[in-house]
């Protein structure tokens, strides 16, 4: 399977990273990547070497505590918990 036959199968609000060598290429909604043009196009061939669903749970005062930063950090949180956020990316290794 392709990059660009997985990405057929979800919508453009979900959420996608792109990994490639071990290096995050793209971390947002789909909608955003395909508009990319350049960097779309330049991965829609390559084959998908592994894909999962893997849920991002921060706390929400992270920065303030200094823990792990959340893939998009300037993103307003999915879900709000009493002290964590949760967003769910479709992780696809190229």
Not at 5 to 26: G, M, W
Not at 50 to 73: D, G, S, T, Y
Request: proline share 5%; hydrophobic share 40%.
């Amino acid at each position: 399977m392709t990059v660009g036959d997985f990405l057929a199968t979800i919508t453009n609000p979900d959420r996608v990273r792109i990994v490639q060598q071990d290096k995050d290429i793209f971390v947002g909604f789909l909608g955003v990547f395909v508009l990319e043009t350049d960097l779309f196009d330049s991965v829609v061939n390559e084959k998908v070497i592994k894909f999962q669903a893997v849920p991002e749970i921060r706390h929400r005062r992270w920065k303030e505590l200094n823990l792990m930063r959340p893939l998009e950090p300037d993103e307003t949180p999915d879900y709000r918990f009493s002290d964590l956020e949760m967003k769910l990316y479709y992780t696809v290794y190229i």
